[in-house]
T-cell receptor
């Protein structure tokens, strides 16, 4: 089945630690996105990539980094510079610019 | 400053009745609007969309209405079912040269449909 796989489902970060969230899609979509959801808040865009080896900052990119070395993969690293990392992280993709966004099932990141 | 506002954090409706979820926007350049549905601990799923050239779009039990002059859209669910209980996000975007920009999401409205 085609889809977007995010792993792990739950992740715990220690103070000062970098952690990487995985996002893999087998939908052959060109564009991939990372969103953050906080309780009672909407989805806020962290980073996005419209093509391999290229990505752009979203609205809240500080403290995060990404790479897009393969079309299928768009990992997100939450660095120690992100002072409030606890949130639900959603990866999404779409085939073309005018297509609908498909979301993964999310990763809940918490700070120990 | 929020460009997409969903002013009702929650809504409770009886099964079989109509659910009306509202969304307001401030950016007059927005020309494409979407509704997503989200269950807890899952990713949102696309529900229905509408282009600014229309004022209504219908898909089964779901209808979206757009009032451009008021910068307001609403999602109607008729009849409401317990399985519709979820958080509903309104999203908007601007099309540049025929291509959609990034989506701007509202904060969501939690719908509870009681049996």
């Amino acid at each position: 089945d085609g889809g977007i796989t995010q792993s792990p489902k739950y992740l715990f970060r220690k103070e000062g630690q970098n952690v990487t969230l995985s996002c893999e899609q087998n939908l052959n979509h060109d564009a991939m996105y990372w969103y953050r959801q906080d309780p009672g808040q909407g989805l806020r865009l962290i980073y996005y990539s419209q093509i391999v080896n290229d990505f752009q900052k979203g609205d809240i990119a500080e403290g995060y980094s990404v790479s897009r070395e393969k079309k299928e993969s768009f990992p997100l690293t939450v660095t120690s510079a992100q002072k409030n990392p606890t949130a639900f992280y959603l990866c999404a993709s779409k085939r073309g610019l005018n297509e609908k966004l498909f979301f993964g099932s999310g990763t809940q990141l918490s700070v120990l | 400053d929020q460009q997409v506002k969903q002013n009702s954090p929650s809504l409770s409706v009886q099964e079989g009745r109509i659910s009306i979820l509202n969304c307001d926007y401030t950016n007059s350049m927005f020309d494409y609007f979407l509704w997503y549905k989200k269950y807890p601990a899952e990713g949102p799923t696309f529900l229905i969309s509408i282009s600014s050239i229309k004022d209504k779009n219908e898909d089964g039990r779901f209808t979206v209405f757009l009032n451009k002059s008021a910068k307001h859209l609403s999602l109607h669910i008729v009849p409401s079912q317990p399985g519709d209980s979820a958080v509903y996000f309104c999203a908007a975007t601007v099309s540049y040269g025929g291509s959609q920009g990034n989506l701007i999401f509202g904060k969501g409205t939690k719908l509870s449909v009681k049996p």
